[in-house]
């Protein structure tokens, strides 16, 4: 069964968009976007070749082989010029992959990228908005204890404060998520021994910025 983790990915597709999902794994997330009429096809990739075969198994097992394409290989290495792939869906993955991953030649043609990146994500915003791609949708999603971001990318230039690239121009307005990103950096400042002054200097400057947010949304 399809998690709350992925199923809150869904909501960002629209038919017209022609999706890949680059490293699909388990292609379970894309078989509840074809069943669900989401999407009418889509390429899926992985890089290794077991984690695409379940992939390959479970679209089989749901009778979706017509419907969705399976590519081995690395990121957008795996599309070709003559692909017309304009949106990117990258879940389970950490910046830095999904920053090499969008350093090809085929990213020129690529006009949305739904994310669920692992971690970093202020340099993720700050890379993206650098190649002028702007900000629609960012959303924190709960699953089994576990908290993760979703955020959704279109081209188009548009500014950002420091602060906006930081938390995120949507979260940075979004009480739950000051308090959870609060509640993480109390928990890291506890953890750090009392002589490393500096970071613990940078970690209470952080928490003294978040206070000030909240009080602003109050
Ligand atoms: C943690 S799984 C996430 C699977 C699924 N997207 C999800 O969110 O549940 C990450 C997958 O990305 C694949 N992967 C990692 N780097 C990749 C790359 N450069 N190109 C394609 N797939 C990659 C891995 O093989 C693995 O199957």
């Not at 992959?97 to 990213?107: A, C, D, G, R, V």
């Amino acid at each position: 069964m399809i998690s709350n983790r992925l199923k809150s990915l869904a909501k960002y597709f629209s038919k017209d968009d022609k999706v890949i999902d680059i490293g699909c794994d388990h292609a379970l997330l894309d078989i509840y976007l074809i069943e669900e009429g989401i999407l009418k096809s889509m390429i899926v990739s992985d890089i290794h070749e077991k984690a695409l075969q379940q992939g390959i198994d479970n679209i089989k097992l749901h009778k979706l082989e017509k419907r969705i394409e399976t590519r081995l290989g690395n990121g957008l290495e795996v599309l070709k010029n003559s692909d017309d792939i304009d949106t990117i869906l990258i879940s389970g993955m950490g910046t830095s992959t999904i920053l090499s991953i969008i350093e090809n030649p085929y990213f020129k043609k690529i006009n949305k990228l739904v994310i669920q990146s692992n971690n970093d994500h202020e340099i993720l915003r700050a890379e993206l908005i650098k190649k002028s791609f702007n900000i629609i949708h960012e959303e924190m999603v709960k699953d089994a204890n576990k908290t993760y971001i979703n955020i959704v990318f279109i081209r188009g230039r548009k500014t950002y404060t420091e602060l906006e690239i930081k938390y995120g121009p949507i979260l940075v307005r979004n009480l739950d998520y000051l308090k959870y990103r609060e509640d993480y950096v109390k928990n890291i400042l506890d953890k750090i021994p009392m002589n490393k002054i500096l970071i613990r200097h940078k970690l209470k400057k952080e928490l003294n910025e978040i206070k000030r947010m909240k009080k602003n949304i109050k």
